[in-house]
């Protein structure tokens, strides 16, 4: 297993592989500081189960980190519905309204019509997110805590989880082109191309955070549901 | 446009899948996953992984099975196997081959792999694809805008998929903005 992520190595190396777990660590809880100690050492310091963390820093990490039925059996997922919630409010509270004031910034020097397509553009989008986030929050975690206390509900199944992502992912992909391709380059060329390296950003990790979703909180909602039941 | 060709393989007996992946092992342009024992988890794993090219021993997988995205398939044979089963595979690989000619069966999938970038040919929308663009961003549906045409569905959606292919954007509201900042929309 040297190919991925294991306990013993320098949390502080897994960074310098991937920086876009810097992203992923608040989410866990996990504070910057955290010198040279090892993956293990840190989850221990915060309380969260290293197998947990591992799981989703290959995820973020390695295109082909699979993800089988017993790992996922095998893990403590007592973190996952804080960390999910804790990615949501990042996405919400921080990354998401500061791509809308650059772009309201851009949109403001275009022409005025021009201006406010794109702003309705990225409403729409937000929306969306929003009422995404909205749903798992309110449906699905709620179930899933309940599953998770031994308690059965047969008010919901997780089978009729709606997979919005793509749609979400295409609507991203698509205001950056917008903007590097279609908005004319001379207005504000720094904050464009800074723009859409955050778009890009956000691309990125709304997709792992996507995966994260399909393939472990689905499967381990299916599995708690099948030994409820 | 990556020259390595990802396979993965599909094999109960770990002498034989050993044996494979040493062999492989030895070409660069090969990527060997990690292997599977049995076919419980190959839909994910494909889906996840994305191989260019599975091995399988056709006694797991009687049919040769779909998957969601393209993927060469080769038998890898040493018992007696249906002719009927074997002839579904890409390729067959005999155990009694020798490894260089293992290495040959297996790279001739390499040469028909595609180029991802294309080159960016004709981009521009024709006056036909303007005007569907147009219709799709006033929120019609495909039959609506075949009906107001005088056109069939199947057609509306070939221009559906010029667009998109030729503007790089997919979703109803992108193609709207681009459609208004290439002012074609009236008003």
Known sequence: MDRFFSRKMKLSDLVEYNHNLILMLPCMGISLGFGDKSVEDVCAMYDIPVDFFLLVSNVYTFDDFVIDRNTIEQTDMRCLISYLLAAHRLYLVDRIPHIEMHLHHIADRVEEKYGNILKKFFDEYKTEVNNHFEYEEKQVFPYLKKLQEGESDNSYRISSFVHVHSNIEDKLDDLKQIIYKYLPGNILPQESIELVFDILRLSSDLQKHAIIEDRVLIPYVEILEKRVK | ?187
Do not use: W
């Open chain 2, 1 to 187: 446009m990556k020259a390595s060709l990802k396979i993965l393989i599909v094999e109960p007996s770990d002498i034989i899948m050993e044996g494979l992946v040493h062999i492989l092992d030895e070409v660069a342009m090969f990527n060997v996953l990690p292997p599977l024992h049995d076919a419980a988890n190959l839909q994910e794993r494909v889906a996840v992984l994305q191989p260019d090219l599975l091995i399988i021993n056709p006694t797991i997988i009687t049919a040769k099975t779909d998957f969601p995205n393209p993927v060469s398939q080769v038998a890898l044979v040493y018992q007696y196997v249906e002719p009927a089963v074997v002839s579904q595979y890409d390729a067959v690989i005999d155990i009694r081959e020798n490894k260089s000619r293992v290495v040959s069966i297996l790279r001739e999938f390499s040469s028909t792999r595609q180029v991802e970038i294309e080159t960016a040919g004709n981009y521009e929308l024709s006056e036909r694809e303007a005007e569907i663009l147009v219709e799709i961003a006033n929120g019609l549906s495909s039959k609506e805008i075949a009906n107001k045409l005088n056109i069939s569905v199947h057609t509306v959606n070939t221009h559906r998929k010029n667009i998109t292919h030729k503007t790089g954007i997919k979703s109803l509201a992108g193609l709207g903005v681009y459609a208004m900042l290439h002012d074609l929309m009236k008003g």
